[in-house]
């Protein structure tokens, strides 16, 4: 069974940063396709930034510009460095692990951001 694991989430000030990781047992990460999630109460769960085992990378709009996805294959690890944030981006953030039929998430991990 594979198992994904967030870190890194934390209270933060608006403006402060945050460098969110995500790793998976099996070493799976660099042959799949790795999904940020959120999700702030009572709202749906959306996607943030995506990377591609081929290096395509999206964004959500509210991140382009103060969000980065990276990945690490020697540390089995994907990044997602957040910047400038603000209020809104409180919320669970997940990852998810994706490759055909096969989906694996985290448990997540809690940002806030609150002065």
């Known amino acids: 069974q594979v198992q994904v694991v967030e870190s890194g989430g934390g209270l933060v000030q608006p403006g402060g940063s945050l460098r969110l990781s995500c790793t998976a047992s099996?070493?799976?990460?660099?042959?799949?396709?790795v999904g940020w999630y959120r999700q702030a109460p009572g709202k749906q769960r959306e996607l943030v930034a995506s990377?591609?085992?081929?290096?395509?990378?999206n964004y959500t709009d509210s991140a382009k510009g103060r969000f980065t996805i990276s990945r690490d294959n020697a540390e089995n690890t994907v990044y997602l460095q957040m910047n400038s944030l603000k209020p809104e981006d409180t919320a669970v953030y997940y990852c998810?692990?994706?490759?055909?039929?096969?989906?694996?998430w985290g448990q997540g991990t809690q940002v806030s951001v609150s002065s």
């Open positions: 990377l591609t085992t081929g290096g395509t990378i």
């Open positions: 099996n070493r799976i990460l660099n042959k799949f396709t």
């Open positions: 998810n692990a994706q490759w055909l039929v096969s989906s694996y």
